[in-house]
Structures are given as structure tokens and as C-alpha cells.
């Protein structure tokens, strides 16, 4: 089945790609300052999650699957918590994205091309399953209603979903006129993409883009802890964060 928005989203990104100031490896450098201050605040929220739901053993058993990985930023972090790089797992939509992921991550991690709403893993497969700022970049809801059932599908029964992801539906961004990215209500996720499930809401991260303007003089600024500081500063407030942080615990039959 071929579906518009992924041929509209294989054609945007095919434009980033080629255009190399977006979505390479290079642009998000975390010698970017707006890109290592998102990182920090993104890492800091997986570790406090795996922190809260890790249950007596240690994470070395658990086994990772991040939809949408593109160049495997996220996944990667993950080794730095103790997890094993070979029960790491990541797929994306476009063969360029899985090629850098695997040049950038340890050889015994796996990252494929798929579409996640098809994949390639048997039922049950994960411990944890998570998304990254992918479901704001699919406008088509039936798209991320069968993403969502996927994932769920591949969540064993003690298992969990983590979702990060702009939470503001009114927040739109545009490529040539274009619309690619929206964010999506907590109420979509709660009652379309994992209607049945426990759903658990930590607090919102990662400062709206205004808000993170004020932080830098200009994206390419030398990192500095007064950076930080009013970063700190903005987040303290919380209107001035878009983003989600969601531990999802769908209720399977074999659970
Ligand atoms: C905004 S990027 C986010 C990348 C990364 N997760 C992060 O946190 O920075 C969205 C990614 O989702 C991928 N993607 C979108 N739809 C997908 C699908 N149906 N299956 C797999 N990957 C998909 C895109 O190719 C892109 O790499």
C-alpha cells in the first residue's frame, strides 16, 4: 500500500537530505548548541523513565526498538545506560537515514529500513519500544493509528512505550510552503493511537522555538553555561515546553 503521506515525507526528507544544512549527520552535530541543548533535556528524560520502570535486573536484558531512528542519536544513548548495543534495534523509513545510523553506532546494534506500520519483528519482541518526533512529522492520523498498533503489537506484555513528541497541535513548521511537521494532542494519543492502555504523563520538555531563540544568539553560538542557565530559566516555565513525555503500558490479552 502505497500512502501520499510517505511518498510526501520520502520527497521532504529526500530534500533535506540533499540540502545539507537539515537532517544529516552533520547538522546535528551535537557541537550545535540548540542541538545538544534538545539532546540533553531528551537524554535526562529517558534516564529518568528507565530509572522509574527498570525492574530488579539490570537493563543489560532488555531489549530497545526505536521506530523512526534515522541516524540512531537517540537509540545510541542507551549504551551509555548500560544497555547492550546487540539488543539494540532501530528502523526508518529511508535507506539514507539506517546507512548513517549504521556507520555512527556499534556494529552489533541493527538498524533496518522499514515502515513502521508493517514490522519486521514477531509479536512480543521488546521491552522497550519508543518514538522520537516521529508522529509529528506523519499528518495522516490512519497512519499513526497503525504505527501505534505496531508498536504495541511489538511491546511484550511487561513491556512499555516511550513517546517524546511535540504536543501542541497548533504548532505547525513548513518546507516550501509546505507543511511537514505538526504536533499531536495528548488527546489523540490517549483516545486514537494507544486508546487501550495506561498512560502515564511526565512532565512537557524541550522550550518552544521562540523561547529557544532567546537562548541563543544565533544557532551556531559557542555552548556556554549561560546557555544553560536560561534555558534552565525559560523551562521553568511550563507553557514554554512543547513536548510530550509519555510512558505508555498497553494492556495485551497475554499480559
Ligand atoms: C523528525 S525525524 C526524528 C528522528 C529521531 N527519532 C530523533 O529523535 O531525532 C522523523 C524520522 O521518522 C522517520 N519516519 C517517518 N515515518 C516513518 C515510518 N512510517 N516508518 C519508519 N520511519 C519513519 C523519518 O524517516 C525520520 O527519520
Known amino acids: 500500500m502505497v500512502h501520499d503521506d510517505l ?8 530534500d533535506f537530505i540533499r540540502d545539507d544544512a537539515l537532517y544529516n549527520e552533520r547538522s546535528y552535530t551535537l557541537l550545535r548548541t540548540d542541538v545538544n541543548l534538545l539532546y540533553d533535556e531528551i537524554k535526562e528524560a529517558f534516564r529518568r523513565i528507565i530509572v522509574s520502570c527498570k525492574g530488579p535486573e539490570g537493563v543489560d536484558r ?3 526498538l526505536e521506530i523512526g531512528a534515522a541516524w540512531g542519536q537517540r537509540l545510541r544513548m542507551f549504551v551509555e545506560f548500560g544497555f547492550l548495543p546487540e539488543n539494540l534495534f532501530g528502523v526508518d523509513l529511508l535507506p539514507h537515514f539506517v546507512k548513517v545510523a549504521r556507520r555512527l553506532s556499534p556494529s552489533s546494534s541493527s538498524f533496518l529500513v522499514a515502515d513502521s506500520q508493517q514490522l519486521p519483528f514477531t509479536n512480543d519482541s521488546f521491552d522497550i519500544v519508543f518514538q522520537c518526533m516521529v508522529f509529528s512529522s506523519l499528518l ?7 504505527i501505534g498498533r505496531e508498536m504495541v503489537r511489538v511491546t511484550s506484555p511487561s513491556g512499555k512505550i516511550v513517546w517524546i513528541d511535540d504536543g501542541d497541535p497548533s504548532y505547525i513548521r513548513k518546507h516550501s510552503g ?4 505538526q504536533g499531536v494532542s495528548f488527546e489523540e494519543v490517549a483516545a486514537e493511537i494507544f486508546p487501550d492502555a495506561k498512560i502515564t504523563r511526565y512532565p512537557r520538555i524541550i522550550l518552544k522555538k521562540n523561547k529557544l531563540k532567546k537562548c541563543l544568539t544565533e544557532s551556531s553560538s559557542p555552548y556556554s553555561p549561560y546557555h544553560k542557565l536560561k534555558y534552565a530559566f525559560h523551562s521553568l516555565f511550563r507553557g514554554n515546553r512543547r513536548h ?3 510512558v505508555i503500558k498497553p494492556r495485551k490479552d497475554n499480559a
Open 7 to 14: 511518498k510526501r515525507l520520502r520527497r521532504l526528507y529526500g
Open 62 to 64: 532488555l531489549r530497545v
Open 140 to 146: 495522516d492520523r490512519s497512519i499513526r493509528k497503525r
Open 178 to 181: 509546505e507543511i511537514f511537521y
Open 244 to 246: 510530550e513525555v509519555l
